[in-house]
């Protein structure tokens, strides 16, 4: 069974830091681009950050850039998403997702996801 399983979430202050991991399991990730989603509560499910296969090539939206930053261990089969500087407006519940059939990250807030995981919940919260 093809799985991808997100941990990581939690409560944290503003200002904080998270580290989401994405676990693949039933395949090998390193044949699939890892895009990471959120969606808050009562919002649409927002595109956030995107890896290649190899690690080569990352992009982010403009409202995390430069606090968050995507990786992937293959020989772990993990992703990550590691979060810095924390705003209240960052609360959602996070989702990783995964495709065998995109090389690069091009349009990949508008591309079809195979794999998804099942949330984690991250709070920014004083």
């Known amino acids: 069974q093809l799985q991808l399983v997100e941990s990581g979430g939690g409560l944290v202050q503003p200002g904080g830091s998270l580290r989401l991991s994405c676990a693949a399991s039933?395949?090998?990730?390193?044949?699939?681009?890892i895009t990471w989603f959120r969606q808050a509560a009562g919002k649409g499910r927002e595109a956030i950050s995107c890896?290649?296969?190899?690690?080569?090539?990352?992009k982010y939206t403009d409202s995390v850039k430069g606090r968050f930053t995507i990786s992937r261990d293959n020989a772990k089969n993990t992703a990550y998403l590691q979060m810095n500087s924390l705003k209240e407006e960052d609360t959602a519940v996070y989702y990783c997702?995964?495709?065998?059939?995109?090389?690069?990250?091009?349009?990949?807030?508008?591309?079809?996801?195979?794999?998804w995981g099942q949330g984690t919940q991250v709070t920014v919260s004083s």
């Open positions: 039933g395949f090998t990730l390193d044949l699939y681009t």
């Open positions: 997702a995964a495709s065998s059939g995109y090389l690069s990250c091009s349009q990949y807030a508008i591309r079809t996801w195979d794999l």
């Open positions: 890896i290649s296969r190899i690690g080569d090539e990352t």
